[in-house]
């Protein structure tokens, strides 16, 4: 199998339910943003994290690939498609950060002020991907306003990205990393 197709050669791409569309189009920025940040979550994976966290950034790397799949789709919550595949993206996914973001809260210090991305290299690089992820809910919030994008997918990149900031900062707390509190420099 080659890997180049040529199809794309008229700045083009098919959607994963069927149909061209451009490259430029909304959907398509938020796939490549959504890759981008899955490339962090690499670099974040190959930085030594620890066990714990190394497990769960491969996890969310899956996700991401589905989250991608529902976004180059035409499909909401639970809808099937000419396919007749459904949204990957459910609920439950949402659930799991929520519980997981409050599990990990319980073994932090409590927030007092901002703080300033950094620790761990691995740390560093998931704040990166978090960043990514939040420029991934703008484009795709924009998606929305003229395509029909399932709530699972928004509200699950809204969550993501909170989810990314407490795994930053407990990986800091388990690699023995401590926090940097933001101050005003003037």
Known sequence: MK?????????????YCGGRVKKTHPRMVVCGTLDEMNSHLG??????????????????QSLIF?????I???LTNGEKGEKGEKTRILETHIQ???????????LLPPLRAF?????SLSATQIHVARSVCR???RELILAADSEEISEFSRIFLNRLSDYLFTLARYENLLSGHSETEWKPAC
Do not use: C, H, N, W
């Open 72 to 74: 180059a789709a035409t």
């Open 43 to 60: 670099v974040a994976v190959s930085s030594a994290p620890s066990q714990e966290i190394g497990k769960a950034l491969k996890i969310l």
């Open 3 to 15: 890997i180049y197709t040529k199809t794309g050669d008229r700045g083009e791409t098919s959607l």
């Open 66 to 70: 589905e989250l991608g799949s529902d």
């Open 96 to 106: 799991f950060l929520e519980s997981e973001i409050d599990r990990m809260t319980t």
């Open 135 to 137: 420029r991934a809910e």
């Open 115 to 119: 703080i300033l991305p950094g620790g």
